[in-house]
């Protein structure tokens, strides 16, 4: 069992930067791939981004592929996702989920925990 919690949302303005943090608790960390989805008021939780277990592994969405950086530091059992150059459309819920024992993925199903969520709001 892993609980994750993430933090670092809030309101932006269109070109500004954030960066979401995900501080986990339980098995040991260094066992899950990690990775962050969004979801906006009536759509589909969708990908954002994806590490793996070492941190040499990561992967993007498209949709923010340049502008957003992921990250993880097992001593301190927390990813992070750093957003830059944010637009209106990055407004979202943002979760974080992980995966034990397994490879990067973009498809949510895969992931074994999620947490609550932290929003993101970017003003145009």
């Known amino acids: 069992q892993v609980q994750l919690v993430e933090s670092g949302g809030g309101l932006v303005q269109a070109g500004g930067s954030l960066r979401l943090s995900c501080a986990a608790s339980g098995r040991t960390f260094s066992s899950y791939a990690m990775g962050w989805f969004r979801q906006a008021p009536g759509k589909e939780r969708e990908f954002v981004a994806a590490i793996s277990r070492s941190g040499g592994s990561t992967y993007y969405a498209d949709s923010v592929k340049g502008r957003s950086t992921i990250s993880r530091d097992n001593a301190k059992n927390t990813v992070y996702l750093q957003m830059n150059s944010l637009k209106p459309e990055d407004t979202a819920v943002y979760y974080c989920?992980?995966?034990?024992?397994?490879?990067?993925?973009?498809?949510?199903?895969?992931?074994?925990?999620w947490g609550q969520g932290t929003q993101v709001t970017v003003s145009s």
């Open positions: 989920a992980a995966r034990f024992l397994g490879v990067e993925a973009v498809t949510r199903g895969v992931y074994d925990y």
